[in-house]
């Protein structure tokens, strides 16, 4: 898996002076004493667990719990796609301003990379890549969150199709990207939840939306991601102790760990 990141990330470091991608594709941050992070996105990371937590502040929980300070700053509207939230002012403005971050999270419309990825990559490349460019801090990353298929897989015949299409359409795009790009693997932990049990655990009625597991799962797959380090080590938070467990287990695989 992080050999593909790894070839990613400096496919997009050769093309940008002064951002290199070195070490290992876990994470370049997570050595200093606190990881700035923007999170761009609607509301598959917006969505609350039983505790009031979103995806930003389960991974900032994750974190503090085990000694790092993760400074999040959110720029999250539910409903919306990268290009809107950037046309309202609501990513434009923390990517504007001078503020560098570690990493930049960034969160498409659920289906929008498997059916219109050249959409999505009009609005990297033309909208989003200088400004991100800018707002990176040496060393930084940009992470695309890599959304999960939904229960309904239209218009793709089945869900393999639609996984597939996910799988491929993220790769062109963070390949095309002049930037040192991660793909958040979390679809890849969500597909294997999914084999063992189906999508109830992780996927609400609405046949969108995620419980409060899956915002565990996709939050220790980003800890593991901003802290250079395995999630297994990561608290269990609001879960009980062997399905916080098991979700480590499978973020943890997902990040190569």
Not at 29 to 45: P, R
Not at 149 to 173: C, D, H, M
Not at 229 to 246: C, E, K, W
Request: charged letters at 20%; glycine letters at 8%.
């Amino acid at each position: 898996m992080f050999r593909k990141v790894l070839t990613l990330m400096l496919v997009g470091a050769v093309a940008v002076t002064g951002l290199v991608a070195s070490g290992s594709g876990r994470g370049a941050a997570a050595e200093t004493a606190a990881v700035d992070v923007l999170f761009v996105g609607n509301s598959l990371i917006g969505t609350r667990t039983i505790t009031g937590e979103d995806t930003p502040d389960v991974v900032r929980r994750m974190a503090r719990e085990r000694g790092v300070t993760v400074r999040v700053t959110k720029a999250i509207r539910y409903g919306s796609n990268l290009q809107k939230s950037w046309d309202i002012g609501l990513s434009r403005r923390p990517l504007t301003q001078g503020r560098r971050y570690d990493f930049i999270l960034l969160q498409e419309f659920s289906v929008l990379v498997a059916t219109d990825p050249g959409r999505v990559r009009r609005t990297l490349l033309n909208t989003y890549a200088p400004a991100l460019a800018r707002s990176l801090k040496p060393g930084g990353r940009v992470i695309l969150f890599k959304n999960w298929a939904l229960v309904n897989p239209k218009p793709f015949a089945s869900r393999r199709a639609n996984v597939a299409a996910i799988n491929a359409n993220y790769e062109r795009i963070a390949k095309a990207m002049p930037l040192p790009v991660v793909l958040a693997p979390v679809s890849d932990g969500f597909e294997t939840v999914v084999a063992r049990q189906g999508t109830t655990s992780l996927i609400v009625k609405d046949g969108k939306h995620p419980t409060s597991q899956a915002i565990y799962l996709d939050a220790a797959i980003l800890y593991g991601m901003f802290l250079n380090r395995s999630p297994r080590d990561a608290p269990r938070l609001y879960l009980p102790a062997r399905t916080a467990r098991s979700l480590r287990d499978v973020a943890a695989k997902s990040l190569g760990y």
